[in-house]
């Protein structure tokens, strides 16, 4: 599972992910939840665009929005079961841009939150899928889910699942709609974990109140 993610880097984030249109307003972020909407980047037409969306996928057949709040996550292992996501799977791919990634410890005394995030790359891509729904009164709701998958050998101590993060030589195939579905399936795997850090962080993350740099560090 993903639940909460941080994006600092916001500033040249759409050099990063080449991005031709750029539609933003919005500052660092520290503790990000699902329902909230943050930048995702999408290819239309061939070119790289920034876009802000909502966290938790209504599909665009859905009589109900209040359904993205169980679509937070996609499974890669049940990703083509699903009606919510084999069409977006198809067609409507995205890049999740983050900087790291909570994830919580059962110790069996309490949960430890960490934070994850990767060696040298303060900004890096999730795997994610999109779609529009249209309200009764016709206005468009814009939402992603965050695909996942089994834990890799460093991501096992902390759980057993994890986002599936794209290496960035793999964002363009992800994104190019001629990638055949086989090509898709191999993406949707475990990180590399030799470039995988993480640290105890704050227990203030557990509420989605708090949104400051001092979430990133646990209290001593």
């Not at 994104?175 to 640290?199: E, H, I, R, Y």
Request: hydrophobic fraction near 40%; charged fraction near 25%; glycine fraction near 6%.
């Amino acid at each position: 599972m993903c639940g909460r993610y941080e994006l600092q880097e916001i500033e040249g984030l759409g050099a990063r992910f080449r991005a031709t249109s750029v539609r933003l307003d919005l500052s660092p972020r520290y503790n990000v939840a699902p329902g909230q909407v943050m930048p995702v980047v999408v290819n239309k037409a061939g070119e790289n665009s920034l876009e802000m969306m909502k966290w938790g996928l209504v599909p665009s057949w859905a009589k109900d929005a209040r359904i993205g709040n169980k679509m937070i996550n996609a499974r890669a292992e049940t990703i083509l079961e699903k009606p919510s996501f084999r069409k977006p799977l198809q067609s409507k791919r995205c890049l999740v841009p983050v900087s790291g990634f909570y994830e919580w410890h059962d110790t069996g005394q309490g949960k430890i939150p960490y934070h994850i995030y990767l060696k040298d790359e303060p900004v890096f891509a999730l795997a994610g899928l999109y779609d529009t729904w249209l309200d009764p009164d016709g206005q468009e709701l814009d939402t992603y889910t965050i695909v996942t998958t089994s834990a890799n050998s460093f991501m096992e101590r902390l759980h057993n699942r994890m986002p599936v993060i794209l290496p960035q030589d793999r964002e363009d195939m992800w994104l190019d709609p001629a990638t055949p579905l086989s090509g898709l399936v191999s993406l949707m795997s475990p990180f590399a974990p030799q470039k995988m850090v993480a640290a105890p962080a704050s227990q203030r993350v557990n509420s989605v109140r708090n949104d400051d740099a001092g979430l990133l560090v646990a209290e001593r």
